[in-house]
């Protein structure tokens, strides 16, 4: 069915992050070291949670879900941007186009849903000390978990679906690095005006009900907060919530501006610098922030080098 209108287009041409040859050599090796930041500290988060039990909790069962995420959207993206940036031909074939926006959007509103549900967490855990453990039960993660990868596959296939199904009129010239929805709207030769507010609208409403729960979550948590005596428990209050504040600033704020701009306002260069940074920058700086900001986690990752090192020496 999704085949059955592009008749004239099988294939599509990137025009990339830049045009120049002596700009793509300079960033090809930054790039390239971003990803395997990206991969190895994520990695990290996956080893350290696992193998420390005292990270079997629900905050780092939500923050092990957010890492893999960020490998599988930045393995969406980087490899092929790299592959790009070496190659004169930047050609992508239909289906690829259609799978790396499907997946893209898929992980991309996941997280969007799994942001709101670690505020949540954090809710829980700050104003319900004594019911915490009882309310996020494995269980119950796993459920909320669950249900943000299955919005996030739901929303992606109706938009790929609408999508790739609008006629295209011979043009496959994409003007960025990556199969954006915007961007492979511009090649459809129908008028659009409708659906792009549709879209618009959807967007906001998809972006607008996760940032307010966030936000009363965190005025709640606030709240209690400043109602803690100690200065020490309210320093500690606030540490394990900047690091998730941090993240859903960077997220929802490179997201508002890509897509909640007005229709009429369509700078393709700021775009593609936006994406960069929402598609290369941001999975690698989540786990950072995570675990240099993280007491509990920077113990656990010096108890799994300390028992390496025993296990070397032994």
């Known amino acids: 069915m999704i085949w059955r209108n592009i008749t004239s287009v099988n294939e599509f041409i990137f025009l990339g992050l830049t045009s120049n040859p002596q700009i793509e050599a300079i960033i090809f090796p930054i790039i390239l070291a971003m990803y395997i930041i990206t991969l190895l500290a994520n990695f990290f988060i996956f080893v350290a949670t696992i193998t420390e039990s005292s990270l079997h909790t629900p905050m780092y069962f939500f923050i092990t879900n957010l890492a893999f995420i960020d490998i599988c959207y930045s393995t969406t993206i980087s490899p092929r941007m790299l592959k790009d940036l070496m190659s004169q031909n930047k050609t992508i074939s239909f289906g690829e186009c259609l799978g790396q926006m499907f997946i893209g959007l898929s992980l991309a509103n996941a997280e969007c849903i799994l942001l709101p549900v670690m505020a949540y967490d954090r809710y829980m855990a700050i104003c319900y000390p004594l019911h915490y453990t009882s309310i996020l039960t494995r269980h119950v993660c796993i459920r909320l978990v669950s249900g943000a990868w299955i919005c996030g596959c739901v929303f992606a296939i109706f938009m790929v679906t609408i999508i790739f199904n609008l006629p295209m ?40 009900t996760p940032i307010t729960f966030v936000l009363a979550s965190y005025i709640k948590i606030i709240q209690t ?26 997220f929802y704020g490179m997201i508002m501006v890509s897509y909640l701009k007005p229709i009429t306002v369509y700078a393709r260069e700021q775009d593609k610098m936006i994406a960069f940074v929402y598609t290369v920058i941001t999975p690698m700086l989540n786990p950072l922030i995570y675990t240099l900001r993280n007491k509990e986690f920077k113990a656990a990752l010096k108890n799994i080098y300390k028992k390496k090192m025993n296990l070397f020496f032994s």
């Open 169 to 208: 009129c011979g043009n496959n010239k994409i003007n960025h690095f990556i199969c954006e929805p915007p961007e492979v709207l511009a090649l459809v030769c129908v008028d659009l005006v409708f659906l792009q507010y549709a879209i618009f609208f959807l967007g906001l409403i998809l972006l607008i």
């Open 225 to 250: 907060i400043l109602k803690i005596s100690s200065t020490a428990g309210r320093k500690k209050a606030f540490s394990t919530c900047s690091s998730h504040m941090i993240v859903v600033t960077l």
